[in-house]
DNA sequence: CCTTGACCTTCCCACTACTGGAAGCTCTAT
DNA sequence: ATAGAGCTTCCAGTAGTGGGAAGGTCAAGG
């Protein structure tokens, strides 16, 4: 396969793919002419991968869970320990923004939004005093 | 008021504020030794910027809404669109963690997470199809 | 007067995870 | 022979800092 065709299969753009081969995490075969050759394993490696972006592990997540999942002596509790820290991460993340949007929906629903200047919007930013 | 002093008062590093300068968010003058000095109303500029970015607003977004507090013939509307926008952004990604959150908290619940190699996580990214 | 240490300056690199674009080579079909 | 699609590498840029080097400035102490 070449990169155009795996990047239709496994939905990542061939950019990402040439991305993913610089850092490391595939390592195509090349053709004769220099073009990149994709086995079924490379197939599956991108998929994997893939799907791991798609759950917003880091690329260095990636990288150990994909070191782990061809680890075959592995203990599943390391790969435990890294989706419970990518969890705990993410609940950080929505925790923060919903502080965000908690004070943002206020705000919002009390700006008339007319053409007139007054605005508690941006009199929160000029005087908020936490 | 010299850089540290600011930073100090409005609670944004040093650093951040000589890129806010960089990129023309605030125009401190400068003393004869070279050194920025800032007034009062640069610090006020400082807080301002420093809240909107709590909320999560964007830099451009600051920009505009900077804009829009020196303006006194502003209309409230502009301010609100733009962080109605914000807000419908912020909206996008919570929904988009917690979907995250929700697959990543099924897979982690289920996995023993001991020291056999079996991992219901690494199924998942393995063998997913949507 | 000299030195020390805390400030300040500019400049450049690194980070995350790509994305876009330019210049140029290869393949396929007409 | 040529057009067009697909491939290659390399370079630059994104957002918003953070880190650090190399060097100028200032105030206090000996």
Partial sequence: MNI?????????????????EDIGLVM????????????????HKLTFLARA?????????????????????RASADVKDIATQHLDRIDDKIAQLQSMRETLSHLVAECAGD?????PILNDLAYHRE
């Fill in 4 to 20: 155009g065709e795996i990047a239709e299969k496994s939905g990542l753009p061939a950019k990402t793919i040439r991305y993913y």
């Fill in 28 to 43: 195509p075969n090349r053709s004769q002419n220099g073009y990149r050759h994709f086995n079924d394993t490379d197939l």
């Fill in 53 to 73: 972006r798609t759950l917003g592990f880091s690329i260095e997540d990636c990288r150990t869970l994909m070191a782990l999942y061809e680890d075959e002596t």
């Fill in 115 to 119: 053409n007139r200047p007054d605005c």
